[in-house]
């Protein structure tokens, strides 16, 4: 598996399929660039699924976040991207995805976008 950023996510089997329970990871390392300015914007992500057949691949999800570094993304939209590709991967039963932005020109912004 590489070590450069990817867009590509990977999932395993689910070792529990037929129990509902919550995965929950906590990425306080993510960042994007401004689309106006171009200066960086850091945010902790926040994902919270119950998996159904499929889950995600820790290295994997790693590399993925790592992919927005050098890219210019409002915070709505990368949060609702996030959320859209772990859906088509892991076709989940529940799941939230959560960008927890820094304050920058005086405002905290936190997006939360779910699924169904």
Known sequence: MSTQPSRELESFDN???ERDYEIRFECPEFTCLCPRTGQPDFATIRIRYVPDRL???L???KLY???FRGEGHFHEAVTN???DDLVALLEP???TVEGDFWVRGGI???VEASHP
Do not use: Y
Request: charged share 20%; with cysteine; net charge positive.
């Open 15 to 17: 070792p529990a399929p």
């Open 55 to 57: 889950c995600v691949e």
């Open 59 to 61: 290295k994997s999800l």
């Open 65 to 67: 976040l790592w992919s």
């Open 81 to 83: 991207q996030i959320l």
């Open 93 to 95: 039963r529940r799941m």
């Open 108 to 110: 905290h912004t936190v």
